[in-house]
């Protein structure tokens, strides 16, 4: 029981130290100088993009990458909570994702093939309706048997 209550207490030890963190750094525009005055570990990393892994933060696609990729250059974040771990990040540089001439040169297919799929789709619902509602008003007959041969014993749904 005591210990479960010095870990609650090492917790909120931890979440306003990294709020102070994040305070000062906020106030005085310097994460790497606040850090050193806290006492806190200052780490840097790579590059990264949505799917990367960063020690010790763990995965871009979680929590830390969500509020890593709002961030605009020079910016600093709030106290993240990791775990039992906090964190505060400063983006140093970003990089924009190229769309350079190979986007010029695919885009108009990628349109022509997206507006054909999705000409497809709205046929095939537009047939599927009609199906529906011929049959319900008793307009249509469908001959189950031959369905059924036609279809190679698969029957549609």
């Known amino acids: 029981m005591s210990t479960d209550f010095k870990q609650a ?3 909120i ?4 130290k990294a709020q102070e963190l994040a305070d000062r750094a906020h106030a005085e525009h310097d994460l790497r100088k606040v850090a050193k005055e806290l006492g806190a ?3 840097t990393s790579e590059l990264v ?4 892994q960063v020690p010790e933060i763990g995965s871009m696609s979680g929590q830390a990458g969500s509020e890593a990729f709002k961030l605009k250059q020079g910016e600093i974040s709030g106290p ?6 906090y964190a ?3 983006l140093t540089e970003r990089q924009e994702p190229a769309m350079g001439d190979e986007f010029a040169k695919t885009k108009d297919s990628i349109r022509e093939q997206l507006i054909g799929t999705k000409g497809q789709q709205a046929w095939q619902l537009f047939v599927d309706n009609c199906r529906t509602r011929l049959s319900n008003e ?4 469908l001959n189950m048997t031959e ?5 190679g014993g698969k029957r549609r749904s």
């Open 138 to 141: 008793g307009k249509v007959k």
């Open 13 to 16: 030890a931890i979440a306003k």
């Open 49 to 52: 993009g949505h799917t990367s």
């Open 9 to 11: 207490q090492a917790n």
């Open 41 to 43: 570990t200052m780490k």
């Open 147 to 151: 369905v059924d041969m036609l279809l």
């Open 88 to 90: 505060v990040m400063e």
């Open 80 to 85: 993240l909570s990791l775990g039992r771990n």
